[in-house]
């Protein structure tokens, strides 16, 4: 019986006291449950930050998607360039605009066989 005289009896009254006097989470006894709001609170704060980091990653993600997407053409170009000078006719036309007297040969190469 002594502890229902400590307390007190939730009325609208001293709901509206308690709260004008910053005592309402006294008078709710939360009190008692801080190291689990403290918990959660550290979670909740885990988590956003677990989400920050992720979008982060996921954005440098997509960058790098960008850039690897301009890689591969620029690796194409460069292929179909050095399969393009690679032919005789366009090694023969560059050597003409430089200038050679380099031509293909006339007659095949021989065989030197001897004894």
């Known amino acids: 019986m002594g502890t229902e005289s400590n307390k007190e009896k939730l009325t609208a009254g001293t709901v509206l006291k308690s709260i004008l006097s910053g005592d309402i989470l006294l008078l709710m006894r939360v009190d008692r449950l801080l190291p689990y709001i403290l918990v959660l609170f550290a979670l909740g704060w885990i988590n956003i930050f677990l989400n920050y980091k992720?979008?982060?990653?996921?954005?440098?993600?997509?960058?790098?998607?960008?850039?690897?997407?301009n890689y591969k053409i620029y690796h194409a170009q460069k292929t179909y360039q050095f399969v393009k000078m690679g032919r005789i006719s366009t090694v023969e036309d560059m050597l003409e605009q430089g200038g050679s007297k380099l031509t293909a040969p006339a007659k095949p190469a021989e065989t030197i066989i001897t004894d």
């Open 54 to 69: 992720i979008e982060q990653v996921m954005v440098q993600v997509e960058n790098n998607k960008e850039i690897l997407e």
